[in-house]
């Protein structure tokens, strides 16, 4: 680790504006995944952390709401600009606790800062309406209210998006955060939040934590104080969630996991779409809720497009994410290797056939192999459970409507991808996917002003855009009679 040329860092949790280890002393490691050494630790928080942290959350709320829009986004603002004079280093931070290319770190820094100042300028636009009374003397109009305090949990394979989403759009809205980032890339996010306090942020409008994932949640939840709920993850986790959530009421946004289709036409330019799918693919060892995962080939370009895809996988070099020609780091974390080996076994057991890769790569660190299966079993467990890492899958269609169907097999409804020049045919699948996202002819579906979000079981409500800022703020009627 090198922020501030310091190797080993320790990353406390910030509680009402104060740094502080846990107050019962414990604190978990943080490995690089890519050489599996030490390279510091988190502190862990534990109740009397939490019940003040959603005490700070509280009272803070009671002026940050009532701060005028103008003086918030300046705040913000300048917290984009200071961590885009500290985006480097913390890039680098990124790089070595979660894994991925260096480049990729630097993009997704930018695309954070981005999202600081996206989020800054809509909150000065949270605008309310009139709505004509009924007799000449009601006076009716629909304020914006932000909804409270929020407890949002932010994932590990987008650290800096994720938690630059979930605290910029509350804190544009007038709503105050205790955020959990995740434990696996402590020292970056827990950067990002710096950038926030050092730009002035009233204390306790930002409340950091890590520990035990379930029982911080468990803590922040159900507690009264807390009004909203924010968790981008898995859908197991999201669904519990949701439904503690249910239970006392509170609003929630659900960002959870997908398996994305991509269904490729035989009009599709099979060169420009086989390059973009493989970036898409193995960008970020294909940890992406997004990540395209079960392509759909028409029969009559299926062997071309294969030969197209294969050659692109050919050109993905794997290794550490400091160096330079590094495309595809480390799998994040023990779970994910695990689950790899496990899914390509289930593939070579249930009749696929293993194109290219499949196997852990013999180096220290979770390195597996950039991995391309075709035709596996549709009822094992690759075409059902989100892989969450580098592995592709090639299944071919005879009849568009087949491929629709495969298309919507699945309960997943985040993320769908279509590569056709037949505007007959990208009619059909617009109409005919079922997806909260759809990108055709090209893979960039995530920015600050656009909305991130599913159907299904990928979750509800949006990460991104106009969608995600009123996810935070509640219309409230206000109807006046004069005399
Ligand atoms: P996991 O299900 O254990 O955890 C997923 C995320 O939820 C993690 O960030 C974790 O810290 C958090 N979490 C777990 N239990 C929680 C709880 N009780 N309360 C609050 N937060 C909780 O899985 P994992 O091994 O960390 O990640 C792998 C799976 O998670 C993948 O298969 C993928 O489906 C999903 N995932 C999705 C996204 C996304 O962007 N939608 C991001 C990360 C992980």
Redesign the pocket.
């Known amino acids: 680790m090198t922020l501030n040329g310091e190797s080993q860092i320790d990353v406390n949790l910030l509680i009402d504006g104060q740094w502080t280890a846990g107050s019962d002393g414990l604190w978990l490691e943080n490995r690089n995944p890519a050489t599996l050494e030490n390279i510091g630790r988190v502190a862990v928080a534990s109740r009397p952390d939490l019940e003040r942290a959603v005490n700070a959350v509280a009272r803070a709320f009671k002026a940050w709401s009532r701060t005028p829009a103008l003086e918030r986004s300046n705040t913000l603002r300048r917290a984009a600009l200071i961590f885009r004079e500290r985006a480097d280093e913390i890039s680098r931070a990124m790089t070595v606790e979660q894994g991925k290319p260096l480049a990729e770190s630097r993009l997704e820094a930018e695309l954070a800062a981005q999202i600081i100042d996206w989020f800054a300028e809509e909150g000065r636009r949270t605008y309310g309406r009139i709505v004509p009374g009924r007799q000449p003397n009601i006076q009716q109009q629909v304020i914006q209210v932000p909804v409270g305090p929020v407890a949002s ?1 932010a ?3 987008f650290p800096l998006t994720q938690v630059a989403r979930k605290i910029s759009a509350a804190l544009a809205s007038g709503c105050t955060i205790v955020v959990k980032p ?2 696996e890339a402590p020292v970056c996010t827990s950067e990002l939040v710096r950038c926030f306090v050092d730009a002035g942020v009233p204390e306790g409008v930002v409340n950091m934590v890590f520990g035990v ?2 029982d ?2 468990s803590y922040l939840v159900p507690h009264p104080a807390i009004r909203k709920i924010s ?7 999201g669904k ?2 949701a439904s503690l959530a249910g239970q006392h009421m509170k609003r929630a946004t659900m ?3 997908g398996h994305a289709p991509v269904i490729v036409t035989p009009s599709a330019d099979l060169a420009a779409a086989a390059r973009a799918i493989v970036q898409a693919k193995y960008a970020n060892c294909g940890q992406v ?1 997004i990540s395209p995962t079960r392509i759909l080939v028409a029969d009559s370009v299926y062997d071309r497009f294969t030969a197209e895809f294969l050659d692109n996988v050919g050109n993905v070099t794997v290794g550490d994410g400091l160096q330079p020609d590094t495309k595809m780091g480390p799998l994040n ?1 023990e ?2 290797l695990s689950a790899m080996l496990r899914l390509v076994d289930d593939v070579r057991e249930t009749g696929g056939e293993v194109l290219a890769g499949g196997k852990r790569i013999d180096r220290p660190g979770y390195f597996f192999e950039p991995t391309v299966v075709a035709g596996p079993s549709l009822g094992g467990a690759l075409m059902n459970e ?1 892989p ?1 890492g580098p592995i592709a899958i090639l299944l071919r269609y005879a009849e568009l409507e087949d491929a629709l169907e495969e298309a919507n097999r699945l309960p997943f409804g985040l993320a769908a991808y279509a590569f056709s020049d037949s505007a007959n045919d990208i009619a059909r699948i617009t109409a005919g996917v079922q997806t909260g996202m759809l990108g055709i002819n090209h893979t960039a579906i995530s920015f600050a002003e656009t909305p991130f979000g599913g159907v299904k079981d990928s979750g509800y409500g949006s990460d991104g855009g106009l969608e995600a800022m009123r996810g935070y703020l509640q219309p409230e009627l206000v109807t006046i009679a004069t005399r």
Request: glycine content about 10%; hydrophobic content about 30%.
């Open positions: 949990f994932p590990w394979n995740p434990e994932p379930g911080i949640s968790f981008t993850g898995s859908v197991p986790v519990h969630l960002e959870l996991g809720c974390n779970r994910r989100e969450f």
